[in-house]
């Protein structure tokens, strides 16, 4: 009899395990190889996440700090299999939020194994252009000082100033922002999201109408950045216009910089034209 009870329960062990095994789900991973163009390193704050398209839903592929590529990550084979596209977004480097930012930087869809990424989720920047002049708004009270070349404004040069900008309105997650190459480097105008008002701040402006016009742009008298020498000779220097990420915790401008010009000798009413920089904007393929 216990003979008997022993076999019995031997068979009901090795059903049992049987059971088991058929409900052991194997998940395989794949390789998913980056190799972009272009990014550049963000402030510590902040990471870039890459994420394929399952179904219509984000799913992550990991994050990275390091723009030296190509890179490999693995991911979910049966999500890579299905997956119709690739995003990259820059997410902070702490970040209770499991969904992508808005601050979305590339994207492309998957032909076969490859997408070929760009950033016109960001915008369409093929027909770039604009202009500024050289002025000083901010350090005159009703009357030209003869110091103009102090100031750089973006747009054409009136009572008041109009502006002159063609660039795709941003996304949420991006703003514009205008820089002057200094003597130790890039200075900031400050950021905007529309063309026809004054942006975000006027750090280094005069006393004198502070706000300046209704165009986003500086002039260079006041609080001079390390290195710098105030006022500010604009004429000669580098005028940049880029597309930074918000929120940004870097300096210095992001990769993409659509604009780009050598500022001129003549002040307004004389005005300058941008030229493209449309090499600047980060490419790349992704493969799996």
């Not at 027909?127 to 350090?139: E, V, Y």
């Not at 949420?172 to 905007?192: H, L, M, N, Q, R």
Request: aromatic share 10%.
């Amino acid at each position: 009899m216990r003979k008997i009870l022993g076999l019995l329960l031997v068979a009901a062990l090795f059903v049992a395990c049987n059971d088991n095994n058929d409900d052991v789900v194997v998940i395989t991973q794949s390789d998913l190889t980056l190799n972009l163009n272009g990014l550049e390193t963000l402030g510590a704050d902040f990471v870039y996440e890459g994420w394929i398209i399952v179904d219509g839903n984000p799913v992550t592929t990991g994050t990275f700090t390091s723009v030296t590529f190509p890179q490999t990550f693995q991911v979910n084979s049966d999500d890579l299999a299905n997956a119709t596209a690739f995003v990259l977004s820059i997410e902070p480097a702490v970040d209770p939020d499991p969904a992508p930012a808005p601050t979305k930087v590339l994207r492309g869809s998957f032909s076969g194994n490859t997408a070929a990424v760009t950033t016109e989720i960001v915008g369409d920047f093929s027909n770039a252009a604009g202009s500024f002049f050289l002025r000083t708004p901010t350090d005159e009270t009703g009357m030209n000082n003869g110091n103009d070349a102090y100031g750089v404004w973006f747009g054409v040069p009136g009572m008041p100033p109009t502006p002159d900008f063609t660039l795709p309105t941003l996304p949420d997650g991006w703003a514009y922002e205008g820089w002057v190459i200094g003597d130790s480097g890039p200075i900031t105008t400050g950021t905007f999201t529309v063309f026809n008002s004054v942006d975000s701040g006027n750090p280094f402006s005069g006393m004198q109408n502070n706000a300046g016009p209704p165009v986003p742009g500086e002039d260079f008298f006041l609080n001079a950045p390390a290195g710098e020498t105030f006022p500010l000779d604009v004429r000669g220097r580098t005028v940049v216009i880029s597309v930074e990420p918000v929120p940004d915790d870097s300096p210095a401008p992001f990769a993409m910089k659509p604009l780009v010009a050598m500022a001129g000798q003549d002040t307004a009413p004389a005005s300058h034209s941008f030229g493209q920089n449309l090499g600047s904007l980060p490419t790349g393929t992704v493969t799996r």
